[in-house]
């Protein structure tokens, strides 16, 4: 119980930092996949071309591949990124080709209709997206959005492989230093599954609230 | 400032790289064949077990599904010899991971499948008096098997892509492969383009193969 | 007992709804009986409980002498173990409404199935048996045709040999041709006719009433669970004595 007690705040601070770059993935990376996939949805063919390149290609490359690319290959070029930057940056870049394909998908499932009456009652493009389709779409979203956050969590972990001290980074210290392999890996087990627990929890709960059908 | 190209040390390491992503290949192909086996088992004991191996493969399911997989690896590559059990090297250590994680997406892929199945030909093979054992067997399994191909592949292609953790415990494949030229060349631009594209490539082989191979078992209904 | 089938006091309930709620019926070996009555009348959950695709939870049904699905201990039922239950069911033939064929083996296989897993017949007696059967549906020619390139008509008519190549005791016929389009009725009732002039003992669900009429040794007509009216065809159909069966056989007549 001592070596808990003693790891904690380093625990603690790993945890926070996991926390810090799922969040920041997530806005960032819920953002490009709004770009992409309206680009996919509604944009002119050379965009609808770049943002299907796109989200194709992120599907072929691993994610630890983007970190590390952007991890060595930015400061080559001369633009200097932290560690942890470099992570969110790449995390971003794959989470929002999820995104773009969810929110395609989702506003895909709307039949047609909807977008001609609401340009027949006079609204404007980004108002029947924003009163029309996206609140009908939203129930198909929200659970394959779920669905990408938790993945953006466990994927957070791989930032611990360019050295930034997260929650994974943290309990490999813990253990190398303690040799308390069972108990920390099973401490970072119930954290990881107590954060994704908890999104998918919420995600229940928002698609029961935003299911019409 | 201009990034001066240059792609000589890539292509001199290129056998290293190619090596890797057999290697990388080889990972998948054996974490699948044994996750499937794993799924497989843990499909039909989710969906017709007691209650109490319901509830073990749902733990199991639901556990691994909420936990990155590096920690997986961490667990059978250091914690696994700290607790005694030393019997797999680094290698082996993350197929056995990779096969433990692939397993309990497996598990309800093949439960869906199962439940996919129509009623009317697990009846048609009660009527001829097949057997339980029997109708999972030359009923059950390949309609299901035919029915999951597509997900069965798309889990493929994600473990391929999950192979390039295996460098997290210096498993020669592709990414350790970049890892290291990158190291001793600092070609970082050149190695990464080159790695990412072999990737890239690779799933979409992959993705072609399967199409045909799903074509070639169509039922055509 | 003399029947191939015996049915005693059947009651089978879904829940707290009865779908059966007694019926008796004896069928000697080398009858055919032809059972009729309007959707909902318990007709086909009575042949899925002869083969025991349907627990029933109350009276007795008896194929060639042996007690269908359970072994009864001190008057109480207790369900058999599935491998016994499925050597009793190799005993009863079923062809059912949407033939389920199984997709990914060929008209062959389909037939040969059964007899190497079950019969435990070599394979190329199995092959052999399988053969001439489906030569004697007609299907000659579709040996080694998966169920989706047959008609409904030809995969019907594979799911007969199927089942008939197992040499049942009796052969049950769940709707076997409602799901057809019309003009592929006739070469399933065909060889529905066929089986029954070889001396099958069969038992059929149809709404086909020339083939009740004509291939028919007698007609049960059902209704709410029970068996209302029975007796050869030509008396059920001319001489209807209860008011159900009248206003069945009445609205037969209007739609036909």
Redesign the interface.
């Known amino acids: 119980m001592d070596v808990v007690i003693a790891s904690g705040p380093l625990i603690l601070r790993g945890l926070l930092i996991t926390v810090e770059v799922s969040v920041a993935v997530l806005l960032l990376g819920t953002l490009i996949g709004l770009a992409g996939g309206l680009s996919l949805l509604y944009g002119a063919w050379p965009l609808r071309l770049i943002a299907r390149v796109y989200v194709d290609s992120m599907r072929g490359i691993p994610q630890l591949v983007l970190i590390f690319a952007i991890f060595y290959g930015f400061p080559a070029l001369g633009l200097q990124v932290s560690a942890i930057v470099a992570g969110i940056l790449a995390l971003s870049v794959f989470c929002g080709a999820h995104v773009s394909e969810v929110i395609r998908g989702g506003v895909g499932s709307i039949p047609c209709g909807q977008m001609d009456a609401a340009q027949g009652i006079g609204l404007k493009f980004v108002q029947r997206l924003r009163y029309v389709i996206f609140p009908q779409a939203l129930g198909r979203i929200l659970p394959a959005w779920v669905n990408t956050a938790v993945e953006v969590v466990k994927a957070s972990s791989l930032v611990s492989l360019v050295s930034v001290v997260d929650l994974m980074m943290s309990i490999q210290q813990i253990v190398g230093r303690t040799r308390e392999a069972l108990l920390f890996y099973a401490v970072a087990a119930l954290l990881y599954f107590g954060i994704n627990y908890t999104i998918s929890a919420i995600g229940v709960r928002l698609e029961k609230r935003y299911a019409h059908t | 400032m201009m990034y001066q190209f240059n792609w000589r040390p890539v292509f001199d390491s290129f056998d290293l790289l190619l090596k890797g992503l057999l290697l990388g290949i080889g990972i998948a192909v054996l974490a699948l064949a044994i996750g499937s086996l794993l799924g497989l088992v843990a499909a039909f004991g989710r969906s017709s077990g007691p209650r109490p191996i319901r509830l073990l493969v749902g733990g199991y399911v639901e556990g691994v599904r909420n936990i990155p997989l590096l920690l997986i690896i961490y667990f059978v590559y250091f914690g696994l010899p700290l607790i005694g059990i030393r019997v797999l090297d680094n290698l082996w250590s993350f197929v056995f991971a990779l096969a433990i994680y692939s397993g309990a997406y497996l598990t309800e892929i093949f439960r869906a499948g199962i439940e996919a199945v129509s009623k009317g030909h697990v009846e048609a093979g009660k009527a001829i008096g097949l057997n339980r054992w029997q109708r999972i067997r030359f009923v059950m399994i390949p309609l299901m098997f035919r029915i999951v191909l597509p997900s069965l592949g798309n889990t493929f292609i994600s473990l391929f892509k999950d192979t390039s953790l295996a460098s997290a415990i210096a498993v020669p494949e592709l990414t350790y492969g970049a890892i290291r030229i990158n190291v001793n060349t600092w070609r970082v631009i050149e190695v990464y383009l080159v790695v990412g594209l072999l990737y890239l490539a690779t799933c979409y082989a992959i993705a072609g193969g399967l199409r045909l191979l799903e074509r070639r078992f169509a039922m055509g209904r | 007992m003399t029947g191939v089938v015996v049915i005693q006091g059947l009651v089978k309930r879904f829940g707290t709804l009865e779908i059966l709620c007694g019926v008796d019926l004896e069928v000697p070996k080398g009858e055919v009986v032809v059972i009729v009555g309007p959707s909902g009348s318990g007709k086909t959950t009575l042949l899925r409980c002869i ?1 025991f ?1 349907e627990e029933y939870q109350g009276g007795r049904i008896h194929v060639d002498g042996q007690l269908v699905g359970y072994r009864e201990i001190g008057g109480r039922l207790v369900k058999l173990p ?2 016994i239950i ?9 062809v ?1 409404q ?1 033939f ?5 083996m060929t008209a062959l296989e389909n037939v040969m ?2 007899l190497t ?2 019969r435990k017949l070599p394979r190329h007696e199995a092959e052999k048996r399988a053969t001439s059967w489906l030569e004697r549906v007609g299907l000659k020619e579709k040996l080694h045709a ?4 047959l008609s409904g008509g030809q995969q019907q008519r594979v ?1 007969i040999a ?2 008939v190549a ?1 040499e049942p005791k009796v052969m049950l016929f769940d709707e076997a041709t409602s799901a057809l389009d019309p003009e592929l009725v006739g070469e399933v009732l065909g060889v529905m006719e066929d089986l029954a002039h070889s001396g099958m003992t069969m038992l059929v669900v149809t709404h086909e009433m020339r083939f009740a009429r004509e291939v028919g040794h007698r007609i049960v007509f059902m209704d709410k669970g029970v068996i209302v009216e029975q007796g050869p065809p030509r008396e059920i159909f001319e001489q209807p004595r209860s008011e159900r069966l009248k206003a069945f056989l009445g609205h037969f007549n209007k739609t036909m």
Not at chain 3, 100 to 104: C, G, Q, S, T
Request: proline share 6%; glycine share 12%; net charge positive.
């Open positions: 083969n695709l599935d491998g499925a050597g009793m069911r190799a005993d009863v033939g079923m059912f949407s389920n064929l199984f997709p990914h199935l059964g897993q079950v998966r169920p989706a390139q799911a199927r089942a197992m």
